[in-house]
């Protein structure tokens, strides 16, 4: 490969695969059947009318502007999608990811879901896993601060910082 690369730089260890069946980065995931006071689910009804609510989430569309005090005549919005566990009483953690495609509801798609590969169960979503632990995330589109068609050099951010 460094001859290929014309480099005399070594080249650094890649991924061991002997290793990866010793991983579990969510050794302590919650119980989905289980209450936050601790008690079972029993039921369907307790399912749907005491558990769900637990996990349900509160999603919403935030929209900012970009300061266009220096070129007034490009507006540049950022389009953000949070969402946060149902019972949050406060501020809680947000992990952010760059999303590239919203349906036009504005929901971000789940991820994940079904059979993987191989025939293993799907597990929870990482954002299902960040709910759980009492953290939100958001979906910030990043096609609202720049188009990627190429035509972009008098819009968004680009066409902003350009100054034109």
Do not use: C, H
């Not at 566990?85 to 992990?95: C, E, L, R, S, T």
């Not at 971000?108 to 597990?123: D, K």
């Not at 299902?128 to 995330?137: I, M, R, S, V």
């Not at 188009?147 to 066409?159: F, H, P, V, Y």
């Amino acid at each position: 490969m460094p001859d290929q690369l014309k480099t005399t730089e070594p080249l650094r260890k890649g991924a061991d695969g002997s290793n990866e069946a010793k991983a579990n980065p969510y050794p302590k995931l919650p119980d989905p059947l289980v209450m936050n006071n601790g008690k079972k689910v029993t039921s369907a009804k307790d399912g749907w009318n005491k558990r769900r609510p637990e996990v349900v989430v509160i999603t919403g569309n935030v929209t900012g502007q970009v300061d266009n005090s220096s070129n007034p005549e490009v507006k540049v919005d950022v389009l953000l999608n949070l969402t946060t566990p149902a019972d949050a009483k406060g501020p809680v953690p947000v992990i952010m990811e760059l999303g590239f495609v919203l349906p036009p509801s504005g929901i971000p798609r789940e991820r994940g879901r079904g059979p993987r590969p191989g025939g293993a169960p799907a597990g929870p979503t990482w954002q299902q896993q960040a709910l759980a632990k009492g953290w939100g995330y958001a979906v910030i589109s990043p096609n609202s601060i720049q188009a990627d068609n190429g035509a972009g050099l008098r819009a968004g951010i680009i066409g902003l910082v350009n100054n034109r």
